[in-house]
């Protein structure tokens, strides 16, 4: 069973940064590739894709939603199984419940952006932004 648990939410000022952290226990199905995912969601909106990368490739998979390009950065520590979204400039938009998720897909990961395409899911971290 696959348990994802994020940390590093909190509040920051606009401009500010903020790095959450998502650690994954447990192993999925060894097929395809495995993709991991950030979201976030706000009172009364739907669950928003921020970014997906391809977990140990050999290249720089990540992706980003346009409000976030070069803003966010996705980095991976494999030998603690944990995935990071590095956040700067941040500004009061930002400001949401963050949410890992992870799936294994024969597709390409980049492709992945919808919250119903993702089968773990973590408990979500708050971040709040003030301006």
């Known amino acids: 069973q696959v348990q994802l648990v994020e940390s590093g939410g909190g509040s920051a000022q606009a401009g500010g940064s903020l790095r959450l952290s998502c650690k994954v226990s447990?192993?999925?199905?060894?097929?395809?590739?495995?993709?991991m995912a950030w979201f976030r969601q706000s009172p009364g909106k739907e669950r928003e894709w921020v970014a997906i990368i391809t977990r140990w490739a050999d290249y720089n998979s990540g992706t980003y939603t346009n409000s976030v390009k070069g803003r966010f950065t996705l980095s991976e520590d494999n030998a603690e199984n944990t995935l990071y979204l590095q956040m700067t400039s941040l500004k009061a938009e930002d400001t949401a419940v963050y949410y890992c998720?992870?799936?294994?897909?024969?597709?390409?990961?980049?492709?992945?952006?919808?919250?119903?395409?993702?089968?773990?899911w973590g408990q979500g971290t708050q971040v709040t932004v003030s301006s």
């Open positions: 998720a992870l799936r294994r897909t024969w597709a390409s990961c980049g492709d992945l952006q919808n919250a119903r395409d993702f089968t773990y």
């Open positions: 447990g192993t999925t199905s060894d097929y395809g590739r495995e993709c």
